[in-house]
């Protein structure tokens, strides 16, 4: 279980966001639809609803979710009602919690280098001329 910390940054129960939100932790404990980009964790709060693509290292439900959800870790916990595709490395059911969808267990996917190409290049050959010495 994730432990909120000074760091984390609340959707609160009184606020509903829509749009992209991009960052580190993230606890949503109001309304928010549309997209997560997060570096930590998210965690979604007993009476949240949330509607989203979520990308994030860890990810744990105790509210409403619809959506689809990629994390090396999810945990849905007794009060969640999730819908939608959830695809983690690490998943916990918690006995109570309602999930309809699929839900595929892979491992994170491998970091991708930017392709390089199969040899340097060679800068071109310089031409030299003869130096000349005016008198």
Known sequence: MHTPDAS???ITADLAVTGTISGQDLAV????????QLAGHL???GSSRVKAIVKARAVEIEGEFEGEVRAESLRLRPTARARGTFVADRLVIEEGALVHGAVNREPPAPETAAPQDAAPAS???AETQPATTAV
């Not at 404990?29 to 997560?36: A, D, N, P, S």
Request: no cysteine.
């Open 123 to 125: 800068p071109a050959p």
């Open 43 to 45: 965690r979604t709060g």
């Open 29 to 36: 404990l109001g309304r928010f639809e549309g997209e997560l």
């Open 8 to 10: 984390e940054s609340t």
